[in-house]
């Protein structure tokens, strides 16, 4: 921060505009970053060892490097440059042959330092080994530190023989200092290990969440339609004095299975290896309402359907909750209190979405089966736990309760937009 003290002549400061030059700065780090990480794993590691190589002899990096026991500076020639590629050109194996990577490099390292050759850039590519070593290396990684501080050892006598000033101290502190590029690597490692854990158990929640939807999608689906198709059977056994009704509810159950195998068919296919269905079978799975209640009628359930509001866009998920809560209400209806009357409200509002259904029921009963106060089922059953989930994790509220007066009661309030954009359906 600028002090008065620091002002210009004249008093006046003019500030940089705040967080442009940094967030461009940051973008285009970013950016790099991206690309870099979107290749291939070889080719990265071929384009780091041609760059350390170059830069190992570009001025002014030329002569920017590591150097140990201190020994008089000899003349660079030939072998010097030899020595030098060798640290950095291994470097392309640096992710598939990690430890053999470190011994070419750490060889010619060793070999740099005893003939006392300038240090330059290249010497770099030790701690790039050390590193990779610790990060990549996966057949007997735990193993490879012994033979490494083995070479160390082996190369601190020889640089001590070779009248090096460095004391023991000096030897250790260089030590640690591998031993640190080492160990970071081998964090970074676990790092990467533990990740790759934490997605295989979020793929593996996410696969026990994605089978307890399907299953709850095949309850509703077969349990409404096959409970329509049973119904509608039965009452075509007494309609053989009148052809033409007989053929009605024939055509009923007829369209009421072409319906059950088409939304069967569109589950099936969420459960290929694709994971995805086409677009079109998507259209069955949340329907009309009107065209559930009108199916409901034909199997002989005097259904009332009343709407109101106006009716936006919503999200896949809370369509597909609607139907649901309608379809399961319907089914229950058709199960417990057959021919009872049921009235069906949909108010649409500006966010959101109420649905009520009522079934008459005899006076002072629920009847078998039928939502007892909780909310759950009297009978048991996944249908109103599953329905009361759904609505729940779409932000909604979702109710199932006995009248007093007789016959049960289902309401829901939907969200008609999410904050995770809807379920998937």
Not at 40 to 60: I, K, N, Q, T, W
Not at 81 to 89: D, E, P
Not at 162 to 169: I, K, N
Not at 267 to 292: M, Q
């Amino acid at each position: 921060m600028r002090t008065d003290s620091q002002l210009p002549p004249g008093g006046r400061a003019f500030p940089r505009p705040a967080g442009r030059l940094p967030s461009a700065a940051a973008e285009r780090y970013g950016a790099l970053v991206t690309w870099w990480r979107t290749r291939p794993a070889g080719m990265r590691d071929r384009e780091l060892a041609v760059v350390l190589s170059v830069l190992a002899f570009a001025a002014p990096l030329d002569s920017v490097g590591a150097q140990f026991g201190d020994l008089p500076v000899r003349e660079a020639g030939v072998l010097s440059a030899l020595l030098t590629l060798g640290q950095t050109l291994p470097l392309a194996l640096r992710t598939r042959l990690p430890a053999g990577c470190l011994a070419l490099v750490g060889l010619c390292f060793a070999v740099h330092q005893a003939c006392a050759y300038p240090p330059n850039f290249g010497s770099l590519g030790l701690y790039v080994a050390l590193y990779s070593v610790g990060a990549h290396q996966v057949r007997g990684r735990r193993l490879v530190p012994l033979p490494a501080a083995g070479a160390y050892v082996i190369f601190a006598v020889v640089l001590w023989r070779l009248d090096s000033p460095a004391h023991v101290t000096d030897y250790a502190v260089y030590l640690l200092a591998l031993a640190a590029v080492w160990g970071a690597g081998a964090f970074v490692r676990a790092r990467r290990a533990d990740e790759a854990q934490r997605r295989r158990l979020a793929a593996l929640a996410a696969t026990v969440e994605e089978r307890a939807r399907l299953a709850r999608e095949l309850h509703d689906v077969v349990t409404h339609h096959v409970t329509a198709m049973v119904v509608q059977a039965d009452a075509a056994q007494f309609l053989g004095d009148a052809p033409d009704r007989l053929t009605e509810g024939l055509t009923a159950i007829s369209g009421t299975g072409r319906r059950a195998l088409t939304e069967l068919r569109y589950l099936l296919g969420v459960l290929e290896a694709t994971g995805e269905s086409a677009p079109g079978e998507r259209v069955p799975a949340h329907g009309k309402l009107s065209d559930l209640v009108e199916q409901t009628r034909l199997s002989g359930q005097p259904v009332e359907f009343v709407e109101d509001g106006r009716r936006a866009p919503m999200d896949i998920g809370a369509e597909l909750a609607a139907y649901r809560v309608v379809q399961e209400s319907l089914t229950n209806a058709v199960k417990y209190a057959t021919g009872r009357p049921t009235l069906v409200r949909v108010h649409y509002g500006r966010d959101h979405m109420d649905i009520q259904i009522i079934t008459e029921g005899p006076d002072g009963a629920a009847g078998e089966g039928a939502p007892s106060p909780d909310g759950g089922h009297v009978s048991g059953g996944r249908g109103l736990g599953g329905l009361r989930e759904r609505v729940g994790m779409l932000g909604g509220r979702f109710t199932a309760e006995a009248r007093p007066c007789g016959g049960f009661a289902v309401g829901a309030r939907i969200p008609t937009t999410t904050p995770t954009g809807g379920a998937a359906a």
